[in-house]
């Protein structure tokens, strides 16, 4: 009793949640909005950028100084240390040139503040780094947009999903009635004898299956709204409702026959491939000698931060690395090939965009060509159903006939619904790869 009890909660309390379920009526302006504010892929897409502009940023290091501060305080008897010691603080004496004591230093305690700087002047490979992350940093901007274009156009297909799952919801409640109807129909002629038993079982048997395409169709609704929730970031278990039903969309232009080289991605690809010259570049340059200057003011006591003695140093560095092993030969020879790979990847990438472009004008046309076929079939359908349901009426056509037609007529409305669906996906997909 208890189970069953349990069990009995349990079911009601699962359909209490299915009712609770909002219904909201939402247009395609407003997912478009939220999902340019919520959206995670834009957000991982954006933080993808910072890196890239903070990659860049930090080569300002080969034009900004390099200034490091540090206090330093020792103890020692190290006659090295003891006699240098006091010789920064500036307090020796004749009395410490003394053998002994030079050899055998009381414990001496020095203090050393140090200001260093250091200013890059020559370095050519790191003007190239540099060059290489701007490049990076210009291809991440490109392909932010990209993707802000490629979410504006799910949301194209989202959208046109939700409204052909109530267009099929709708389609399948119309059929249920009429196939109710015919039921009803069904049993009053089996009541007077005009049919028999097995042409009003065919009639249930039609019943049930719209009523399971019904469900599926609802479930599809669910699935739809689950998928305009995920694109605009929404974890709650909404079911949406179009603003506006499915329709044809002849907002199409005729477009070019050439994929655009300007089209944001592709730029990116091409930005990225300059980006591997440069490092391939930078490190030629490697092997060329770097300038840079320096200096440093010291400060020291025998106390901690106290100064009473001070002195600096100037000057400048030339170095040049003759040798260091066989290292930047293969780095050198390792980013020749990322830059040569990098330019097989973009030529590549603009070949596969023109065979996507080619497919989908291909698509398109047949969409078109299918949309007035479909919709001639779906109205000649309409039309022989109603023929078959007033000669069923009247007991002059077989139940067979019209559960047939009637079967027929809810298939090409599908069919259509489907069609404008592809027709108006075709569009949007040719609008997304057209679009610079």
Known sequence: MNKLYTITVGFFSFLSVINAQ?????????VLSRVAEDNQTIKISNEDFN??????????????????????????????????SKLNQGILTAADFDPTLLNNPKQTQNFATLIEVKQPLINMDGFLQRKAAKSKMEA??????????????????????????????????????????????????????????????????????????LQTAKSNVENASNYLSFLMNDTHSTIYKPADSLMIDNLYAEVSSQISTERSDIKAMQLASHAYESMHKADHMSFL?????????????????????????????????ILDGTKRFGKSQKSKAD??????????????????????KRMFIDAENKLKLTKLAMEQSQESLRIRTNR?????????DLLITETQFAQKQLEYYQTIFEYNYAQAYLNFLTKA
């Not at 890196?51 to 090295?80: E, K, M």
């Not at 830059?339 to 989908?360: G, I, R, T």
């Not at 069923?392 to 067979?400: A, D, H, V």
């Open 22 to 30: 909002e219904i909201i009526k939402i247009s395609k302006q407003e």
């Open 51 to 84: 890196a890239a502009r903070a990659d860049y940023r930090q080569t300002n290091a080969i034009f900004l100084p390099h200034i490091t501060v540090s206090h330093t305080g020792i103890s020692t008897t190290n006659p090295l240390m003891a006699f240098g």
């Open 140 to 213: 991440m901007t490109l392909q932010t947009e990209r993707t802000t274009d490629y979410l504006v156009f799910e949301v194209d297909k989202a959208y046109m999903q939700l409204q052909l799952a109530y267009k099929l919801v709708d389609v399948m409640e119309k059929a249920l009635k009429a196939a109710e109807s015919n039921k009803k129909l069904a049993d009053n002629s089996f009541k007077q004898g005009y049919l028999q038993r097995a042409d009003v079982l065919a009639v249930e048997v039609r019943v049930t299956e719209v009523k399971n395409q």
């Open 289 to 321: 000698p770097t300038l840079n200057a320096f200096g440093s003011y010291e400060l020291y006591d025998d106390k901690a931060f106290q100064a009473d003695a001070s002195g600096y140093v100037v000057g400048a560095q030339l170095s040049w690395t």
């Open 339 to 360: 830059y040569e790979k990098s330019k097989l990847q973009y030529e590549q990438y603009v070949s596969q965009s023109q065979l996507e472009l080619n497919k989908a």
């Open 392 to 400: 069923f009426e009247e007991g002059l056509e077989k139940t067979s």
